[in-house]
Each structure stands twice: as C-alpha cells, then as structure tokens.
C-alpha cells in the first residue's frame, strides 16, 4: 500500500490545477506543488492561490499558464507596462517594489548558501534603484517578420517563445529611447532577423558602440560607491581592474590606490579606457590589450600580490575556471566580485573559497534592473593567512 501511496498522481498537458504559491525561484518563476509534483508559473506572487494549465509534464515537475488569481496577495499591484505578461523583458511588474527588493535578497541568500554554503549574515539588503521604471539606457530590440499578419515585428522576445512582441514603447527604458523606439518603427529595417542596440550614452565618458557600460545610470553612483568601501577598507595599495571594459572602475578608484592596471581583450574599448583616464587626469596606472589570465601573473608579480585588490566584473557567465584557479594561486590580498548573475556569482566564489583560501566577508546586492529577475552584487573576498 505504501508504495501505491508514494506513486504521484498522472498529470497531463492541457489539466487545470488549482495551487498555491510556496516560493519564487530564482529567474522569477512561482513555485507550487501538488503533492510531490512541482509545478513552475510565471508572473505569480507569494502565497497566491491561482488556478492554472499544465503546458509541459515530467516526471517530477511541470510548467504550466496561469489563468486566473483566485486569492491575490497583497504584495500584487498592476503592471505599468501594457505589454507585460506577454513580452519576456519583465518577470515582476506586478509585485510591489519593496517586496521585489525582499524577493531579490531571499533568492541571493537561498542561492549562495545552497551552492556555495555561505551565511546569510553576509549579505546586505538590496539597495534600492531611485528610479523602479524609466532607468535602462540601453536596450537591444528585433525584427521578425510576421507571416500571418504581413508585416514586420519590432520588440523584445516574448517570454514563452522565440517570437517578437510588436512593442512601440518600453515602460522600464530611459523616455528617449522610447523616441528610438518609435522612430526604427518609422524607419524599419529591410527584414525580419535584425537586431538595433538603442543606447543612451554615458555622459562624459568614452564608449564604443559596442562596448559595455552599466546600463542603470541612476543607481551608478551606489555601485561604484560600494566598491569603494570595500576597497579602501581593505587598505590594498594596488588595483588590478580585470574585463576592465571602458575603464569605469579603475578610473573611477585610482585616487584610493598608489598604481593600477586595467586589462580586456577589446582594443576598441581599451583605446576608449586610455582616453576616459586621460580626460580625467589619473596618470598613475596603464591599460593593457589581452586576457586577463595571461596577463594577471605577471601584474601581480610587479604589484606585489599581498598589497594588491582585483577587481572582476565578467560576463554573466562568470569567470573561466582557469582564471579562478590563477587567483587562488597568485592570491592577491582581496577580490571584489562584481556580477549581474548571483548564481554563477556564487559558483565562482565557492571556487575561490575551496579549502579556506578565501573568506567571502560581506556581499552588497544593488537592484541595478528594477521589475526584472537579475541583480547586481558586490562581493568582497578576503585572503584567509
């Protein structure tokens, strides 16, 4: 009997199921279960009882539509933007900001003591953006032909599909590329399959059209005010600024440091760094073309590894292996961690921290992309003596 018992009940595509939200996983789905059966629903809120429609079935877990709010939660509040719950640009126009900020700090807890075994003491609350809607100053949107209605779809990728959503505004982007929205509308592409990167360029600053800049000006000014605590904390007299980009980071903390260095791999955005220095009169540190593992021995050689402070800012994906495996060898006193993706966040810092070579000592969240699953985080590592 007890076997038959433990044998989940049949489920199957296109069954409506009524649920209650237990948890929002991180990348923003809702969490309910039915028995042992786990079942993932997008643009829920915590405790809601919903019902929905299974649209994919395994054998421990499905995905399912949400049709109906049977019991709303508090936190619930109407979206600002018409197209959200169709467009895969937002996954939480409809939760209340400050409960967004709590949801943020709980999914980064949860995800680095799950991968990583860290405390939840280390991590800060999220700080706030000033700005929850208008604040993107740059956005990349498609073309894709629309076969049924004849004509060209210009926006973001829906959430459920590969499919363009036909957009001519974006609640969550700076109001004047909403006027660059409007006029590629005007002005359309020849075809289907292109992509337009629209962009307000930071004031000041030196950046190919191509290169990286953080794309929430607002709360830029916490950011960098972040890792300036962390690094004048440390005392370390020396910066290496790896994936340096444009040189935002080294120019913007050479006055804490005697010298520094800034490496990439992009020449175009190394010229840019070179000049955005200049224009600023930090004379005490250079920019050097090449991987960061490849040159990294070498400053760190010259810096002196026990007074030195690394700063990695790499994509989404992370840092290669190789290069976390240089770090815990050359072991320069302090890495500060900054990154848009806190589970690849977290795997990274378990590497470094394996066998108590590094000691993750305070992580600063920021909410650098408000009404959206990512976050930025600075983490601050410690050379264990």
Known sequence: ???????????????????????????????????????????????????????EVKRQFGRAKLLR??????????????????????????IAYDAQLRLKHKQITDLFQRIGGFPAAVIDPVVPCPQPYGYRNRIMIRSQWNKPEQRLNIGYIRHNDRLVVDIDECKIAEPSLNDQIRHARANPPP????????????????????????????????????????????GARHLVDAYCGVGFFSVELADLVESFAGVEVDMPAIKAARKNAADRGRSNGEFLAGRTEDLLPQLLAKFH??????????????????????????????????????????????????????QLTKVVPLDMFPQTQHVECVADLRLNH
């Open 191 to 234: 075809k289907g399959g292109l992509k337009v990167v629209l962009r307000v360029p930071p004031e000041g600053w030196e950046v190919p059209r191509d290169s990286f800049f953080q794309n929430n000006f607002f709360l830029l000014p916490r950011l960098i005010g972040a890792v300036r605590e962390r690094l004048r904390d440390s």
């Open 305 to 358: 590894a026990d007074r030195t402070s690394i700063i990695l800012d790499p994509p989404r994906t992370g840092c290669p292996p190789q290069s976390l495996q240089l770090l815990r060898e050359v072991r320069p006193a302090q890495i500060i961690y900054v990154s848009c993706h806190p589970a690849t966040l977290a795997r990274d810092l378990h590497l470094l921290c394996a066998d108590g070579v590094y």
């Open 69 to 94: 709010v049977l019991r709303p939660s508090p936190e619930r509040v109407e979206p600002e933007c018409r197209y959200f719950g169709e467009c895969g640009g937002c996954q939480y126009q409809h």
């Open 1 to 55: 009997m007890s076997d038959i018992a433990s044998i989940p009940p049949a489920f199957a595509v296109g069954q409506h199921l009524t649920l209650t939200v237990s948890d929002i996983a991180f990348g923003g789905e809702g969490v309910a279960r039915a028995g042992s059966f786990v079942v993932f629903i997008s643009f829920v809120a915590l405790g809601e009882e919903i019902e929905v429609e299974l649209t």
